[in-house]
């Protein structure tokens, strides 16, 4: 099955595995989500494995240094919409560890081009450690930019 | 040829794990990686395919269609147990009974004979069982750090084996309970997290003097660590046992399939786990079934250490084995 010069594992040339923050190095969009204008960021799980929607505890974000209210915030997976407080009781819905979601967060004025300075934190729980329970904290800092709008 | 059969190498995708969840190897590399790694192929259920604890007909396809085309051999699916996955209570036992279930059957699906299982469980092995026989699967504990040998937990695990008397339940040792030092990676993880040298050379010498957690824990405290120095110790008691190799001799009816962790590769050696001494017990008490090379260290080039990893076992397989 080799092709000429294919070299299994990649070797000194493949790429290094990048960064794992929970906010991915995307753009952000500007949407309308339930009526509602809005911003989305896309996300991806910081573990290792898939976890039930039940094992993430909390996410906090704030943009430009704003907070952003949990209740307006919105987990959207695979075409469905989520509140934060709806995940507790989700331990069948499972985020698979490939998949990225998106971050909803409900923003009236339009925000600026150019780039915004977005923090936040995931805590997760793996749900396995012989030791017993304990949350997981995922912080994660970076400058992203307003998609431009075609 | 007289040669005695020798247990076999194979590869536990847990290795390529970084390169995977930031898509640098797929799992198609993944399975290609396997080829030239042995042969035998180890997979982390909630990793490696969608859809878990169930196995979808698209990755059944996909999985048995790579196994065809590279010559490999399924060995070992690792299940979990995640009893803390709902966020106010543990799962009930009739909870985890209804999430192992799928993972058995979706693991006989895709051709493996061995399922991992964590420790958990072992609140329903009684009633895997009739599934494994169903399914014929064998079932292991995964006997990993602090499930040393030796400790109270496993002592536990293994009077239940016996009592169950039932070939389908055992054990899956993994090598991390055979450290002789603190590897590199874990120091260098307790100096990234601000403990001092001094701190670190602390915990160094309890951890080598065996010390209970708890009291090392009250040690590091006493010493001036704060709670990032405390999660270092849960880290490395967590993850580098005190089992003896000659002790896997205790336990050489119910081995089922063993992980073969580490951390690095040094002229040839893991200079912090008993690797010589493990595959001179593997080879004594006669085991012929599969070792899974299982890196677990930092940012590497996993392929090419999972190779030095195998070739330091056939170093010490064919210094040890019997002609």
């Keep these: 099955m080799q092709r000429e010069g294919h070299v299994i594992g990649g070797g000194a040339q493949r790429p290094r595995p990048k960064d794992r923050d929970f906010l991915c190095e995307e753009d952000i969009r500007q949407t309308v989500l339930e009526g509602r204008p809005g911003l989305l960021f896309r996300l991806r799980l910081p573990s290792y494995r898939s976890l039930p929607l039940s094992c993430i505890e909390r996410i906090e974000l704030s943009v430009d240094g704003r907070p952003v209210e949990e209740a307006g915030m919105r987990l959207i997976l695979g075409g469905h919409s989520y509140r934060l407080d709806e995940l507790p009781g989700l331990s069948k819905v499972f985020w698979w560890i490939l998949d990225q979601a998106d971050l909803f967060v409900p923003w009236s004025e339009r925000l600026q081009a150019g780039e915004h300075e977005v923090e936040g934190m995931m805590v997760t729980v793996e749900p396995y450690m012989t030791g017993g329970r304990y949350a997981m904290y995922y912080p994660s800092r970076r400058r992203l930019a307003l998609a431009s709008e075609e | 040829m007289s040669d005695t059969a020798v247990f076999k190498l194979g590869i536990s995708f847990h290795t390529f794990v970084q390169e995977y969840i930031s898509f640098v190897y797929s799992f198609e590399d993944m399975m290609e990686m396997a080829s030239v790694l042995g042969g035998g ?21 996909a999985f048995k ?6 010559g490999l051999v399924p060995t070992c699916y690792g299940s979990y147990a995640d009893p803390f996955m709902l966020p106010d209570r543990d799962l009930t036992p009739e909870e985890m009974y209804e999430y192992i279930v799928p993972q058995l059957k979706g693991a006989a699906k895709l051709g493996f004979p061995v399922v991992r299982l964590q420790y958990f469980s072992h609140l329903i092995a009684e009633r895997l069982i009739p599934w494994a026989e169903k399914l014929g ?39 991390g309970i055979f450290a002789r030092s603190i590897p590199q990676y874990h120091l260098d993880m307790g100096r990234r997290a601000g403990m001092s040298e001094e701190l670190i050379a602390k915990g160094q010498q309890l951890w080598a003097a065996k010390t209970d957690k708890h009291d090392a824990i009250e040690a590091v405290r006493a010493a001036g660590g704060d709670e990032k120095a405390v999660s270092w110790v849960n880290m490395v008691w967590g993850s580098l046992g005190h089992s003896e190799p000659a002790a896997l001799a205790e336990i050489k009816d119910h081995i089922v399939h063993c992980h073969g962790k580490f951390y690095s590769i040094v002229d040839g050696d893991e200079p912090d786990l008993r690797y010589e001494e493990v595959v001179k017990s593997l080879l004594d008490i006669g085991y012929t079934g599969w070792v899974s090379t299982e890196y677990e260290g930092g940012p590497a080039d996993t392929f090419a250490i999972a190779k030095a990893h195998q070739e330091m076992m056939k170093t010490y397989i064919n210094k040890h084995r019997q002609r």
């Design chain 2, 41 to 61: 192929v180890e997979i982390v259920g909630p990793s490696n395919h969608r859809g878990f604890p169930e196995v979808t007909p698209e990755f059944e396809r």
């Design chain 2, 65 to 70: 269609s790579a196994v065809e085309r590279y």
């Design chain 2, 137 to 175: 699967l064998r079932m292991g504990y995964e006997l990993h750090t602090p499930l040393t040998i030796e400790s109270p937990t496993v002592l536990m695990l293994r009077e239940q084996i016996d009592r169950l008397g039932s070939d389908r339940l055992g054990l899956i040792p993994d090598f």
